[in-house]
């Protein structure tokens, strides 16, 4: 059995589409999507944003159950302009399983292997982005992996993380980020999108393009982990 890990519906959404025989369960108080690709059977757990949330949720998932493998995907953030929307990133700093066999089954895709950051909050600054990649030597943010991987690694399940470049430096939010979305509630607060919007009507085209961005990352992500899905023995 293989764990996938989102942090919200937002990313899974195309992915689940294309399980088969879906079912949704409960798990330790926590909601489970479990289905299968190519008879392998795949459990779907949001983790939430944030590093509390996933704490909370990971452990009830993984607790008394025998993964063989998981998978911490979903979007991240570039840290420079050399990764543009839709490229995939294979964490090297993170996974524990072969990326280079991975990265076979990724043929014919925008494929990169570096090092992926976790971070405490959505970074909607370009020179924030710029010191955190020369600092830290990354290529890109996310804000679950590093504790899912501490996770797994606990338990011994190898790890492959995988994750879709939905933003950039150059392409950033078409809002600051407490705008888009609140941690603490874990959703995005439409009163105050919909007042920001209103107050600067200049933005609604970068919401459509940002829109637009999304979708199509969340169409690649779908279909790199279909392939993966189907490598793994």
Not at 150 to 157: D, Q, W
Not at 209 to 228: D, S
Request: hydrophobic content about 45%; proline content about 4%; glycine content about 6%.
């Amino acid at each position: 059995m293989i764990a996938v890990t989102f942090a919200l519906p937002a990313e899974s959404a195309e992915f689940l589409r294309r399980l088969t025989n879906k079912t949704r369960i409960e798990r330790n108080g926590v909601g489970v999507i479990r289905g299968e690709i190519d008879h392998r059977t795949i459990e779907v757990l949001h983790t939430g944003v944030g590093e509390k949330v996933c704490r909370q949720r990971l452990v009830r998932f993984l607790d008394d159950q025998e993964f063989t493998s998981s998978i911490s995907t979903g979007f991240a953030g570039a840290l420079n302009d050399d990764l543009q929307i839709g490229d995939l990133l294979l964490a090297e700093n993170f996974s524990t399983v072969d990326l280079s066999e991975m990265r076979a089954s990724l043929l014919g895709l925008p494929i990169h292997i570096a090092n992926l950051l976790t971070v405490a909050e959505l970074i909607d600054s370009r020179e924030k982005r710029n010191k955190l990649a020369l600092t830290s030597g990354a290529v890109a943010a996310d804000m679950e992996t590093q504790f899912i991987a501490r996770t797994c690694a606990a338990r011994g399940i190898p790890l492959l993380s995988l994750r879709v470049i939905s933003d950039t430096p150059r392409e950033l939010f078409p809002a600051s980020a407490d705008v888009l979305f609140d941690i603490e509630r874990q959703r995005t607060p439409m009163p105050k999108l919909a007042k920001y919007f209103l107050a600067h009507p200049n933005r609604i085209p970068h919401l459509i393009r940002f829109a637009r961005r999304i979708a199509l990352a969340r169409k690649i992500l779908a279909g790199a982990l279909v392939a993966v899905v189907r490598h793994i023995e």
